[in-house]
Every structure is written in structure tokens, then in C-alpha cells.
């Protein structure tokens, strides 16, 4: 039985972000992020072996490319991201709201 779920609620406020995957299957994985104005530790890169379509469904965001610079994103806005692409969080507002699909 397909079960409806809503992508804004089931959200407890944190001082920290959260990864809620909703599903992981056949090389793609889902995922919701709540950041709460989380950044990436000073030095930090992610360095993925998957490529991440992400799109910001709330708040704002900055994300930091290694060889591309600052992009500043507000609800809406999408990009994907390389494999080993090395980027970090700059900002994220209170009430950032990610979704994530991970694909090789």
C-alpha cells in the first residue's frame, strides 16, 4: 500500500541538521535535509562518489565549489553536483529545506 507523506512536516527543530532518507534502491538514494543555519566546519569539502541533484525546497542557501566559487540559492533553485566535486556549505538560513537524489 503507497503510503502519502509531506515533505514539510515531521520536522522537530534541532541545533544540528537532519538526514532523513527516504529511500535507497537499485544506485539512488533520497534524501530530505533540514539544516537549521548548519555550515560545514571550517576546512571541510564534501567529496562524493555519486553525483547529488539537489534542490533547495525552502529557506536560503550558499554553497562554496572549490573550482566554481559561491552560488547563493533561494527556494526553487536546483543544480547538480559532479562526482568529487568539492563543495561545502557557506550558510544556510533557519529554515533551509533540501531535497537530495544521489545517482551514479
Known sequence: MIGVKNVFEDIE?????????????DGIRIERIASFSDRSEGGFYYDQEEYEFVVLIKGKAQL?????????????DWLIIEPHERHRVEYT????LWLCVFFR
Do not use: V
Open 13 to 25: 527543530p534541532s541545533d544540528k541538521e537532519i538526514i532523513e532518507k527516504f529511500i535507497e534502491k
Open 64 to 76: 562554496f565549489f572549490e573550482n566554481k566559487g559561491k552560488f547563493d540559492l533561494k527556494a526553487g
Open 93 to 96: 538560513s533557519k529554515d533551509a
